[in-house]
């Protein structure tokens, strides 16, 4: 299936685009490499403020007295509004144009992170990540939709192994970047830090960015479908967030889980019934695609989930700073830049099949490495695992974006964007979920045996409750004034524990990643890559 493109230019510049698509417009306007170039800007604010913000917990919660509730919300609330609106804001992008929702978007983000700069208490912060994660909804699925239409197909691959690239590095690089900010200045410059960005991001999408559309894109918006695919996302994702609190056998949890699915159910018969879906189900009979997103929420799960404890497992086991933590994830950040373009070459000329699957297969290695990792692992055996890793993670972010969206027609390639940011944020949400409970649970059964086996003090039920809790992160529950000795043994301990816990979880991830090869195999090249801009425009 092939479509045909309208482009739209501004005043003055010259004709519509050819059909390689490679010079559409006067001057620079559309050019593909510079189109990719402005939404790797804007892509890079999103990107780090999911890991940059975690730096800055604790100096905002010390400079506006909030509470450790306040603080997550400072994260929840960022994410639940990406992930609930990721294909609401990719429908919006195919309706009125990439161009325009991604410039909306970075403007937005970039005026929302001033705000919370500006913000002079805990409520107003967290109001403003709402908008922080709307505004960003609608430029990550548009920075997809424009690379679809402005690449040749077979450049594709390449593109979206750089844009893979940004992502990588921008989440890797926020802990980094988010510690020196913090130490060196304060907890705003990490949100100031976006307004440049931004700022640079619209003068180049301005000047740059040429508006594809396709000729049979959607009129018409699905207001009750947008209303019921929400509120299931909303209650999906609020009970993964929630369910390390209330625990997984509450009813509470299952009631969010089963509205979830009831919602999900709703949503589905009403995609049939309406003219101009919001996601026409007839994209996941394509099996390649399906497979795709399976794909992502795995990856995602291993990733996230694993990576999730190495940052505790670093400061709280080895002490080290936030940056220097993040000096050690080097490796990974660096794999990923290395890997993603050369992962989008080898797409191309192989197809995704192969180095999906190949990419799982290390990222199951990498993780069951990490399960080895204890107190006296050292700098060249954790970057061993941590480059695994990244080479791993590098064709699995190319290859699977390329089959949902490539497999996606091209007046749908926004809601197929949204489709892959969506699968990539829940499953990110899902592995920190459930491997926290496995890690929750193996501490919960470990700890007291291991205590009264280091011959220490006994520990009431809710001295044993707060124990628990800083164990899971890695942190020794000395009370103050504790004799050094004591102290020494109750951190063994604490230390063991957490190491044990990780240990599991990381070979829960590992064995979600060797699922993922198996899903890999039902991927193919995108039935639907030759609609974008190698061919014919109106």
């Not at 609330?77 to 804001?89: I, K, M, P, Q």
């Not at 937005?108 to 109001?127: E, H, K, N, P, Q």
Request: glycine share 14%.
């Amino acid at each position: 299936m092939t479509s045909q493109t309208i482009d739209k230019a501004g005043p003055g510049d010259g004709p519509p685009a050819g059909t390689s698509g490679a010079t559409p417009g006067k001057g620079l306007r559309g050019h593909p490499w510079f189109t990719l170039v402005t939404v790797a800007v804007g892509v890079m604010m999103v990107a780090l403020d999911g890991t940059i913000v975690a730096i800055a917990n604790p100096a905002i919660g010390d400079d506006l007295d909030a509470s450790w509730s306040d603080l997550q919300w400072i994260t929840n609330a960022y994410f639940l509004a990406l992930a609930v609106s990721l294909v609401t804001a990719g429908k919006l992008g195919d309706r009125f144009g990439h161009r325009q929702t991604f410039l909306i978007g970075v403007a937005g983000f970039a005026a929302s992170s001033a705000a919370i700069g500006l913000s002079d208490g805990i409520t107003m912060v967290v109001v403003f990540r709402v908008f922080q994660g709307l505004f960003g909804a609608l430029l990550m699925p548009a920075a997809l939709g424009l690379l679809r239409a402005t690449f040749p197909a077979e450049k594709l691959n390449m593109a979206i192994g750089i844009w893979g690239m940004v992502i990588g590095a921008s989440t890797a690089g926020g802990p980094i970047l988010g510690g020196v900010l913090v130490e060196h200045v304060n907890w705003q410059s990490v949100f100031f830090i976006n307004v440049p960005v931004g700022i640079l991001a619209v003068a180049l999408g301005v000047w740059i960015l040429l508006d594809h559309r396709a000729e049979n894109a959607p009129r018409s918006f699905d207001l009750l479908g947008i209303a019921l695919l929400s509120a299931a996302m909303f209650c999906l994702v609020w009970a993964v967030i929630k369910a390390p609190e209330w625990g997984w056998g509450d009813v509470r949890t299952w009631s969010f889980i089963a509205g979830s699915l009831v919602l999900f159910a709703g949503f589905a018969f009403w995609e049939t019934k309406v003219k101009e879906p919001l996601i026409p189900l007839g994209l996941f009979r394509s099996v390649p695609l399906s497979a795709g997103v399976v794909l992502m929420v795995l990856m995602a799960i291993a990733f996230m989930g694993g990576l999730f404890f190495v940052t505790f497992y670093l400061q709280s086991v080895h002490g080290l700073s936030p940056v220097e933590a993040g000096l050690h994830l080097l490796p990974l950040t660096g794999m990923m830049i290395v890997g993603s373009p050369l992962a989008g070459v080898m797409i191309t000329k192989a197809g995704p099949r192969i180095p999906l699957a190949g990419g799982m297969v290390l990222t199951a290695l990498a993780m069951y490495g990490m399960s080895t990792l204890d107190k006296g692992t050292g700098s060249a055996v954790m970057s061993l695992w941590f480059a695994l890793l990244g080479l791993g993670l590098a064709p699995v972010m190319v290859g699977a974006t390329e089959v949902i969206v490539g497999n996606a027609p091209l007046e749908l390639s926004g809601v197929a964007g949204g489709l892959q940011q969506s699968a990539m944020q829940i499953g990110g949400s899902l592995g920190t979920a459930v491997l926290g409970a496995v890690m929750a649970s193996k501490v919960d059964s470990d700890l007291p045996a291991n205590w009264a086996d280091a011959g220490l003090p006994p520990l009431s039920p809710e001295q044993l409750e707060l124990a628990e809790e800083a164990v899971q992160k890695g942190v020794a529950p000395v009370p103050e004034g504790t004799p050094a000795q004591i102290a020494a043994k109750i951190t063994d301990v604490a230390h063991d524990t957490f190491l044990s816990g990780m240990s599991l979880a990381s070979l829960v991830a590992a064995g979600v990643a060797a699922v993922a090869v198996l899903v890999a195999f039902l991927t193919k090249r995108g039935e639907n890559a030759e609609a974008g801009a190698g061919v014919g425009h109106i």
